[in-house]
């Protein structure tokens, strides 16, 4: 893996569209990515359950 700070800085994208094409078109190995670190998307915190039974028949 290459040092820290040595490949190329990520660009900032307007749009989900922009970024998906630079996704598509760049060469990925360019860029530096040592400093990413995973993230977790919770858009509304959950406050309640739900438990479903059914008969194996309805399952795929």
Do not use: C, I
């Amino acid at each position: 893996m290459s040092a820290p700070d040595s490949g190329k800085p990520f660009p900032v994208h307007p749009t989900d569209e922009a970024a998906e094409r630079f996704v598509e078109d760049a060469d990925l190995s360019d860029y530096d990515f040592s400093r990413f670190k995973p993230a977790r998307f919770e858009f509304q915190p959950k406050d309640a359950r739900l438990d479903v039974r059914n008969p194996t028949e309805q399952l795929p």
